[in-house]
């Protein structure tokens, strides 16, 4: 894709003066107008569009909320509460903020299961992925510096409980959590850095979505059948066809935003944050926000010790071994075939994986006790066992469809005997994951 | 200088290359010590601070808790039985057999006198009350051993503080204090 020469031809005597100094309207024109992308694009190929759109919404509004928010521990859950009531349309931006990022947490988990289901991250695109992975995980810190900005109790107890995973590493934990939280315990210092690097960390995250994005545009994109591009026929221009389908997957996307922040603004925040942070009083359940909770069901879910490694290193093990699966995906896959389509046997694992995924974000939200440990204890398993033992083994033993040809054929085949619908980038509706 | 050139002798340039280049590495290194230095706890949360707390009104079954560095210290004045039932605890029942009491040596075991002020003071029990799991605040005479229980992870502790059940590995710690006259404890 990247190798097909550009077909820019500036029209205008400004734009060539222009493009032969600073070839930027050839870089736009090249890389969203005439790029090609596969015919066969489904929905579940919208998130990228939409994810960028959610990236550039919440530095908007964090920029804007920075102007009247204070991070000094006195005033913080003040000016926020002042922000909601006198800042001028000031409630409208915090909800913005505060759901969106939610929203992108959503954007986010669609589109990484969307690469699982339809094996995105295989050669050459490992390194796609990788960036993306590296995506995801500054977005956890943003969004968990960002919900320790208001001093809620929840704030609080939440930087208190992840600074403490710290604590779990051997010798050097200590330091390493009073380093985070420039204290013996979070106050004044922790919440005016966290300030800092919640503001630093959405550009580091533009920063690496451009070489995502570059990345991309050099392997070009996958799609659900998982055949590679081969010839021109199995592409379509990206503008009209992927920017239409695109536009209409955000707006649909911020129908939903607009009816969180409109209807059920706190549906997704826990009441307890509207409580200013006691450093005295633990809140009877300390859960982090929705979109770490499988994570922490499975921190929770280490309650033994595993020879030298007591219970509390364990669980942190455990939970950053979770993430750190996914940066290993492209070499736990064994198989060939990309699409889980054409792959029986994955399908099911796929979506018993999504189960596991949801149960283990509802356990996280549970207290830790009773059948609760147990039910995470096993669902911690298979969450390792999908990565370590059924992606391996399943691409040596399964048996996969046959492949078409081409996206062409696919495309072809999927329309047969239908009418002459014009099949290039419609999506049937079994393959929209 | 000539990389094709293997069987040349190290010469003076070599030397100046790996000499100027390690003046660069010290040169980066002290550069970014002062952008992770003060990151660490500055001069006014580190001077230690310590608290003097009257404890003359704590009648026997009655606790009092303070603020310490930031964290809450549990000061109690046990019972009879709850310093009974942890006496009668054996250390091979112990998950964490160590008293973690900073006025004592490291290795103190963790009976229930180390675990106390002491001789004659077995009644009083003074510790950070920071859960050794993830640092939340365990809630005083809950769970099973009717010591404390921490809600967060469901970490239990028996009347001597000391780590029984549950996620967190470590006894909750003893901080340095003294009784500064028989109803005045002075912390840090």
């Known amino acids: 894709m990247s190798e097909g020469h550009s077909t820019y031809t500036p029209k205008t005597g400004i734009g060539r003066w222009f493009d032969a100094r600073m070839p930027l309207p050839r870089l736009v024109y090249d890389s969203f107008i005439a790029y090609p992308v596969p015919r066969n694009l489904n929905y579940m190929w919208t998130f990228g569009g939409i994810l960028s759109i959610m990236l550039v919404s919440q530095i908007l509004t964090g920029i804007v909320l920075a102007m009247h928010y204070v991070s000094d521990t006195s005033l913080a859950f003040g000016s926020v509460e002042k922000i909601m009531r006198d800042v001028n349309q000031g409630w409208l931006l915090r909800y913005m903020h505060s759901n969106g990022a939610s929203f992108f947490f959503i954007a986010v988990y669609l589109h990484i299961f969307r690469g699982l289901y339809y094996g995105s991250y295989k050669a050459p695109r490992e390194l796609l992925w990788i960036l993306g992975c590296i995506i995801y995980l500054l977005m956890m810190a943003t969004g968990f510096m960002g919900y320790v900005l208001p001093w809620g109790q929840m704030s609080f107890w939440g930087a208190t409980v992840i600074t403490g995973f710290f604590t779990a590493i051997p010798v050097v934990g200590n330091w390493i959590q009073e380093l985070l939280l420039g204290g013996f315990a979070v106050d004044n210092p922790t919440l005016n850095r966290f300030f800092a690097l919640h503001y630093l960390l959405p550009f580091m995250i533009a920063g690496v979505v451009v070489l995502h994005v570059w990345a991309l545009h050099v392997v070009g994109q996958s799609n659900p059948t998982g055949i590679e591009v081969k010839s021109k026929t199995d592409t379509v221009a990206f503008t009209p066809y992927a920017t239409i389908k695109d536009a209409l997957g955000m707006v649909v996307f911020l129908l939903f935003f607009a009816y969180f922040i409109f209807y059920i603004p706190n549906y997704l925040g826990h009441p307890d944050n509207y409580i200013v942070a006691d450093p005295l009083k633990t809140p009877a359940h300390i859960v982090p926000e929705w979109y770490f909770l499988p994570f922490y069901a499975i921190l929770r879910a280490i309650t033994f010790n595993i020879g030298p490694i007591d219970s509390k290193l364990g669980g942190v093990l455990a939970m950053f071994g979770a993430i750190a699966m996914l940066f290993l995906v492209p070499w736990l896959d064994t198989s060939k075939v990309r699409s889980a389509v054409y792959r029986p046997w994955y399908k099911l694992f796929f979506w018993l994986f999504v189960a596991n995924a949801i149960l283990l974000g509802w356990l996280g939200s549970r207290p830790a006790e009773g059948a609760y440990v147990l039910m995470a204890q096993m669902a911690t398993l298979f969450y390792f066992a999908f990565f370590l033992v059924i992606l391996p083994v399943l691409g040596l033993i399964e048996t996969p469809r046959r492949l078409p040809n081409s996206i062409t054929e696919a495309v072809l085949e999927k329309n047969k005997g239908g009418s002459g619908h014009p099949a290039g980038a419609t999506a049937s509706p079994e393959t929209k994951g | 200088m000539s990389a094709t050139d293997e069987t040349h002798d190290p ?138 229980f921490c809600p967060c992870h469901g970490s239990v502790y028996d009347t001597s503080g000391r780590i029984r059940k549950g996620p967190a590995p470590e006894n909750m710690a003893v901080p340095v204090f003294s009784f500064i006259s028989d109803t005045k404890i002075r912390i840090g």
């Open chain 2, 11 to 148: 010469n003076r340039r070599d030397f100046l290359y790996i000499a100027t280049g390690m003046a660069g590495v010290v040169g980066a290194a002290s550069v970014a010590w002062p952008f992770i230095d003060q990151m660490q706890p500055d001069a006014s949360t580190r001077a230690l601070a310590s608290v003097e707390v009257d404890v003359a009104s704590l009648q026997p079954g009655m606790s009092l808790t303070v603020k310490w560095r930031g964290k809450p210290v549990f000061i109690r004045n046990r019972t009879p039985e709850e310093v009974k039932a942890a006496q009668e605890v054996k250390l091979e029942e112990l998950k964490d057999p160590l008293a973690r009491n900073a006025n004592l040596a490291s290795d103190a075991q963790a009976t229930d006198l180390d675990r106390s002020a002491g001789k004659g003071k077995e009644n009083w029990l003074v510790m950070v009350g920071v859960c050794t799991h993830l640092g939340c605040i365990p809630l005083g005479q809950q769970g099973e051993y009717n010591g404390w």
